[in-house]
């Protein structure tokens, strides 16, 4: 695994960017491909975008498509079953190459994800990704471990035959690049890790006007069994008997909509960012927050996390994944052995019963994120592998 810092001299490269749908959505992968093209566009990197999925009204006879709802209207899905299959990728990819033929682009193609294949005739293809297939069985999280023993060898037979087919991996994490060596037999030297950047971006008139609010906990994140809710919450009542007037802000979801509530948790449910005064208030959950925790015990790399820490707010998580790698224990945050409740509650006590121990890993985290995690930084370490093989 190699991490290759950028030239000194502002180099000439472009890429088109490939996303499971067009990455100027912000829904594609998660919102990194959107903002891995904003990066490129604002450095004049980027070509064009495509998507791979291409999906038609005949797939739905073909076991490509399944029926997700009737009611009040019917909506339909990609089936994972279909789209890790030896046939889906084959058709995904038959269809992609098409639309890159008709459209005349030549040249570099950046893949966010491992799906398809771009047909050398076009240009290189670079793929990056945030996890192999071989860790999310492990784990059994995700929609892929609901797939059969035999459907998810399958999958991951797709996964190494289309890394095998890039010219250069791009990953997130040093946990993912091991997986990618390991798993898929992948070189080290064609292994590059690029992180991710923020998607936080705090209004000016914010910043300075906002005060931390004292022994206040927040949690972001859609998915609240996945991101580890329940394993906070138990903590929390730990929490709440050390430290009284502790309280949990909870952003993104409802842990309550079906049970009673819980004392001292605030549940913001979900802000959309497109929605101006929806994202000032997300900034202000941000601000005010006087350490930020999210205890996923299976997340390929939260930017979350990262948004915290970027605007100067400590992070507590469990010590597993690509955590160690974003919150530095001790410097910017705090980590607890991954599952252990109890040692999730010491930590998040820590940081709240020292004020100024937290100002300090707060600014810690965001000259970190200023240094490390920014989608400038992103696309200088992808450009300097692209312009390299030029």
């Not at 909509?257 to 959950?285: F, H, W």
């Not at 945050?333 to 006590?349: F, H, R, Y």
Request: aromatic content about 8%; some cysteine; hydrophobic content about 40%.
């Amino acid at each position: 695994m190699t991490r290759r810092e950028p030239t000194a001299s502002d180099v000439r490269w472009d890429v088109s960017l490939i996303g499971f749908g067009l990455p100027s959505d912000p829904r594609t992968f998660s919102g990194y491909a959107f903002n891995l093209m904003r990066g490129l566009s604002a450095e004049g990197h980027l070509r064009r975008e495509f998507s791979a999925k291409n999906m038609r009204v005949s797939d739905a006879f073909g076991a490509a498509l399944r029926l997700d709802r009737l009611l009040p209207r019917p909506k339909l899905s990609i089936s994972r079953r279909w789209m890790w299959s030896v046939r889906g990728s084959r058709i995904l990819s038959e269809r992609l190459n098409a639309q890159i033929e008709a459209s005349g682009d030549r040249g570099a193609f950046l893949e966010v994800g491992t799906l398809v294949k771009v047909d050398p005739r076009f240009g290189p293809h670079y793929q990056l990704t945030d996890m192999t297939i071989a860790q999310a069985r492990r784990a059994g999280h995700f929609a892929i471990g609901r797939l059969s023993p035999k459907e998810m060898d399958e999958a991951e037979r797709v996964q190494h035959d289309i890394i095998a087919s890039a010219k250069h991996l791009f990953v997130l994490s040093d946990w993912t690049a091991e997986s990618v060596a390991r798993d898929c037999g992948v070189p080290r030297e064609r292994i590059t890790v690029v992180f991710a950047g923020s998607n936080l971006v705090v209004p000016a008139d914010l910043v300075g006007r906002v005060k931390r609010l004292a022994n206040q906990i927040l949690f972001v994140g859609f998915d609240w069994k996945r991101k580890g809710g329940p394993l906070l919450l138990e903590a929390f009542a730990t929490v709440r008997k050390a430290i009284p007037d502790a309280t949990l802000r909870v952003v993104g979801c409802d842990p309550f909509a079906e049970s009673a509530p819980v004392e001292g948790v605030i549940v913001e449910g979900k802000l959309d960012r497109r929605d101006p005064a929806q994202y000032e208030r997300l900034c202000r959950c941000y601000l005010e927050s006087s350490c930020f925790c999210l205890p996923s015990e299976f997340d390929p790399f939260p930017n979350a996390i990262i948004e915290a820490m970027g605007v100067g707010v400590p992070a507590v998580a469990f010590d597993n994944g690509s955590r160690r790698e974003a919150i530095q224990h001790g410097e910017c945050g705090l980590l607890a052995a991954s599952g252990n409740v109890q040692d999730l509650a010491t930590q998040l006590i820590a940081i709240l019963s020292d004020p100024v121990r937290a100002a300090a890993m707060g600014k810690a985290a965001e000259e970190r994120v200023q240094r490390e995690f920014t989608w400038r930084r992103v696309v200088e370490r992808i450009g300097t592998v692209v312009h390299a093989a030029t």
